[in-house]
């Protein structure tokens, strides 16, 4: 019996929700998947409902939600997935990115030798692709590919015996726990208190989200696997932009923080015998300085522009490369992103079993991606989720499960 299962929220993205369960049944993922799907088409609900002929070898619960019109109804669903897991442990994905199973399986490992700990996740890499006309941010040669998504995913342990300690950890160094594998009663409990707090933001939710996860228990990220690849420019919508001014005035803002913040005080005062008052203090004035620190990132990128054009201007040169120098910078940068994983593993302690393992999974989410079987999957499979300029109009369309 599985040990972990796998919570997939889906709100659109349909040709990318078929690329994740395509490579997931190409590579007889393991793992119990709960999918809550927040955007409900018929296109897919047939396809991962019983009994999802598609996919024989995957154990998927599908789930119609309610519309998924706003971060509170985002949250619902993601706590309602997490009280149908029965799996010991439970991991958040996306359907734009893959889950490496030999990361995972490591991740798994620790946590069973180690019951003071929560949660624990390996390296979480990055990809984009070029942009294909056929399948855009779906399948096509691979633009860039490197160890770390970006600077939050550092290598870190957060193990002090303080609550506060850890959770003040989280305000200086991201949400980079969020891909983690975390004990199923941890995750539940940390997604039924944020659908309990009727979060509606999305950095006040990811700011808890950290925080209350480490007030359960010790948390790790460790580079020496990679244990999650994220795909980007794929996601829709631009992050949201915070300040100090967000937090005054007594605002929907400011009075959701507050609720996080007096909710993250009760088990820190509790365990480390504080005063739930003086917690809040403490926890605000570290989440103004965290809001400080990203005004003070803003000012610098804005401080820069030319730097922002160069790249611009180099990135749209490699787009309109013939094809021959597209084809060999890719395989000289490939070679090249692939000593870059493997250096990053090797400095934090991998063996060399490691590396060649966590390679082999991650050369197959390439040929997922660059390879003809995903292309030919969809067009005899499921042409009817292609874009209209792509899908062949003479066919019918193709005949679904349930």
């Known amino acids: 019996m599985t040990a972990l299962t796998l919570i997939l929220p889906l709100k659109g993205r349909a040709l990318h929700t078929m690329r994740f369960f395509w490579h997931a049944e190409r590579r007889r993922l393991p793992y119990r998947i ?32 309610p519309d998924d019109s706003a971060y509170r109804d985002y949250f619902n669903k993601l706590a309602m997935a997490a009280a149908r897991v029965t799996t010991p442990y439970a991991m958040l994905c996306d359907n734009d990115d893959f889950v490496v199973p030999a990361g995972v399986e490591a991740c798994i490992a620790f946590l069973d030798g180690n019951r003071d700990h929560a ?11 070029h942009r294909d006309p056929a399948l855009p941010k779906v399948a096509g040669p691979i633009g860039s590919i490197g160890s770390l998504y970006h600077d939050g995913y550092f290598a870190q342990s957060h193990d002090a015996p303080e609550l506060m300690a850890r959770v003040r950890a989280n305000f200086a160094g991201g949400y980079a726990l ?18 309990a707090l009727g979060l509606s933001d999305l950095k006040a939710a990811e700011t808890f989200f950290g925080a209350r996860a480490k007030t359960l228990g010790k948390c790790r990220l460790d580079r020496r696997v990679v244990s999650y690849v994220r795909q980007a420019g794929s996601s829709g919508g631009a992050p949201e932009v915070w300040s100090i001014d967000d937090l005054r005035g007594g605002g929907p803002r400011a009075a959701e923080v507050q609720r996080c913040l007096t909710a993250l005080a009760r088990p820190i005062a509790a365990a ?12 605000r004035e570290l989440f103004v300085s965290k809001l400080m620190r990203e005004a ?107």
């Not at 015998?273 to 003086?278: D, M, Q, R």
Request: charged share 25%; proline share 6%; hydrophobic share 45%.
């Open 178 to 195: 969020y891909y983690s594998v975390f004990r199923t009663d941890v995750l539940a409990t940390v997604l039924g208190d944020m659908a």
């Open 296 to 402: 003070q990132d803003r000012a610098q990128a804005a401080a820069t522009p030319r730097q922002v054009w160069r790249d611009n201007l180099r990135e749209a040169a490699r787009m309109v490369a013939p094809r021959g120098i597209i084809d060999f910078r890719r395989h000289r940068l490939r070679r090249k992103a692939y000593d870059e994983i493997a250096s990053s593993m090797r400095a934090h302690g991998a063996t060399a079993v490691e590396i060649a393992t966590v390679r082999a999974d991650i050369r197959a989410i390439e040929a997922t991606l660059e390879g003809p079987a995903f292309p030919a999957f969809l067009d005899a499979r499921a042409w009817d989720l292609l874009p209209r300029e792509t899908a062949l109009p003479e066919r019918a369309p193709a005949k679904v499960a349930g």
């Open 119 to 129: 949660g624990v996740s390996g390296g979480v890499a990055g990809f984009a692709l």
């Open 272 to 283: 480390d015998g504080a005063e739930e008052a003086t917690v809040v203090v403490l926890l």
């Open 34 to 65: 709960v999918v809550a799907d927040g955007q409900v088409e018929p296109g897919i609900a047939g396809r991962l409902e019983p009994p999802h002929a598609l996919f024989p070898s995957l154990d998927i619960d599908y789930v119609r939600c």
